[in-house]
């Protein structure tokens, strides 16, 4: 099946810097990725779509300007966190569905992030 | 009220015993429902999907809709022990749209 993979698996970093997540996607070309964030016990919240070649769509109340999305190509999208503080600490996770007339959507193995 | 309503467990049951999942939603226009099982540190791992309402068979795993109902179930039989992790109903209006996921259900297999 399709495969998605995520880079880095974990990461640790400073409070006030920025950090880069990678997905991608292996055996399919992916115009559309999405990243939720998962809180302890809670469900996976979509953050944004990506859109390759255009701008990311945002849900409300995710701040576009802190998690800077770029989907510069069809398998690859990027989530960067900027000036990250400890309330950014989670797991994150991209999802891409495999190609048209496919329906699922598969995701990735999620990053941890622990802004210390 | 949350557009999917989904027990968070946790969900204790014996080795080989039916554990029997639900989650139930508000929105009418979903059509495309999936189940996805979760382990720890994870991401989320497809284990079935189906279209509108029936019924779908996979192995030890059955996945009914009821879309009359608002009410989606999935069953897995003999249960083992390496079932034990999260399971989460997520579904969506149209195949390329957002998800909307449930809580995630806590099943714990003892042997």
């Known amino acids: 099946g399709a495969v998605v993979s995520q880079h880095p698996s974990r990461v640790i970093c400073k409070s006030g810097t920025s950090v880069k997540i990678e997905c991608r996607s292996l055996?399919?070309?992916?115009?559309?990725m999405f990243w939720y964030r998962q809180f302890p016990k809670k469900s996976l919240m979509l953050m944004a779509t990506?859109?390759?070649?255009?701008?990311?769509?945002?849900e409300q109340g995710v701040e576009k300007d802190k998690f800077l999305i770029n989907h510069a190509s069809l398998t690859l999208s990027t989530l960067t966190v900027t000036s990250a503080h400890p309330e950014d600490s989670s797991f994150y996770i991209c999802s891409a569905p495999p190609g048209q007339g496919k329906d699922e959507q598969y995701f990735g193995p999620g990053t941890r992030l622990t802004v210390t | 009220q949350k557009e999917v309503e989904q027990d968070p467990g946790p969900l204790s049951v014996p080795e080989g015993a039916i554990v029997s999942l639900n989650c139930t939603y508000s929105n009418s226009a979903f059509q495309y429902f999936m189940w996805y099982r979760q382990y720890s540190r994870k991401g989320p791992e497809l284990l079935m999907y189906?279209?509108?309402?029936g019924n779908k068979e996979d192995g030890r795993f059955t996945a009914q809709v009821d879309k009359s109902s608002k009410y989606i179930s999935l069953f897995i039989r003999d249960s083992q022990p390496s079932d034990s992790a999260t399971y989460r109903c997520?579904?969506?209006?149209?195949?390329?749209?957002?998800?909307?996921f449930g809580a995630g259900t806590q099943v714990v297999v003892t042997p």
């Open positions: 189906t279209y509108s309402s």
């Open positions: 055996d399919f070309q992916a115009t559309t």
């Open positions: 990506s859109n390759e070649g255009s701008k990311a769509t945002y």
């Open positions: 997520a579904m969506t209006t149209d195949s390329w749209g957002k998800f909307q």
